[in-house]
């Protein structure tokens, strides 16, 4: 089984709300010493909906420079105007993005036509690879399998997608749609605690936020399952378990995962972008248990 663990990295603010470039090149080597595949820059966990277009650009454009070609760079471009979308997308591609990966836009809801319609149209225009970005809990509205696949049928720059759904039977069904006839397009769940499950119903692996806090563990989750070794497979399944409980402590998860990163030691500053706060001392009290059993009782 060939699949990868891309990370969807966080961005370390300064007080000020500034990117700390020091503080994500330093992040960049970290994540991929550790060994995993790749990168997703300006993604939900990098807080993209909070940054002005050329802010993200800026990101988005450091990371390819920093990288030089060392490591896949997918850089969310997403915006709310599709000029913007599409102006981006071409921007990043021509300096040396290996995709871009876009997701649909909120607040308005969209039936299965308007998906269709606004992907349709940006993919047309986009001259590269693309990512579909699928998160209906933030956007509204959820890419059907039927309209992923009728879009893939038209578009050969529809490379893949990212599906954050957290019932696994939905990653499933565009597994069972797509494969079939596009072989090489790729599957990824947004969730960590559907990577096993998923890379073994024929999926490709995982864009998922805990390799932020602990990539070694993500790594091995690959290396696990290329080698088919489920005694390996099922200790790991079960401690990405247990770190979900830092997704029921603050919503959005963004906060958590960076008061972890810097627990560990990592490059990281609690602070987020407005209006998501740090977390409060209640809820560090909360995450205490897991921490202690993750990490702090094994030092």
């Excluded at 961005?11 to 992040?27: C, G, I, P, R």
């Excluded at 990098?46 to 277009?53: D, N, Q, T």
């Excluded at 770190?243 to 906060?255: L, S, T």
Aim: hydrophobic share 40%; charged share 25%.
């Amino acid at each position: 089984m060939k699949a990868k663990y891309i990370s969807p990295i966080l961005t370390s603010l300064n007080a000020d709300e500034t990117v700390n470039y020091e503080h994500m090149h330093k992040f960049y080597d970290q994540l991929i010493e550790a060994g995993i595949n790749g990168v997703l820059t300006g993604g939900s966990a990098g807080e993209f909906y909070a940054f002005s277009y050329d802010e993200i650009k800026e990101l988005i454009l450091d990371a390819i420079k920093y990288g030089k070609g060392r490591w896949e760079v997918i850089a969310g471009t997403g915006r709310m105007v599709k000029a913007e979308t599409i102006k981006l997308s071409n921007e990043v591609l021509a300096a040396g993005a290996d995709a871009v990966i876009i997701v649909g836009p909120y607040y308005s809801a969209c039936n299965q036509e308007d998906a269709f319609a606004y992907y349709d149209e940006i993919l047309s225009a986009i001259n590269g690879p693309v990512y579909l970005y699928n998160y209906g809990d933030r956007t509204g509205f959820d890419v059907s399998a039927e309209t992923l696949l009728r879009l893939r049928e038209k578009h050969d720059n529809l490379v893949g997608v990212k599906d954050t759904h957290p019932v696994l039977r939905h990653t499933q069904r565009y597994i069972q749609f797509l494969k079939p006839k596009f072989p090489d397009f790729k599957i990824y769940t947004g969730y960590d605690n559907n990577c096993i499950p998923s890379v073994i119903s024929g999926g490709d692996g995982c864009i998922g936020a805990l390799s932020n806090i602990d990539p070694q563990m993500c790594a091995n989750v690959i290396k696990s399952l290329d080698a088919e070794d489920l005694s390996a497979l099922k200790e790991l399944q079960r401690k990405i378990d247990a770190y979900f409980a830092f997704y029921e402590v603050h919503v959005p998860f963004n906060p958590v995962m960076k008061w972890a990163l810097k627990e560990l030691g990592g490059p990281m500053e609690e602070t987020c972008r407005t209006p998501i706060q740090v977390l409060t001392d209640a809820e560090k009290e909360k995450l205490a248990p897991v921490a202690d059993a993750l990490w702090r009782n094994k030092k």
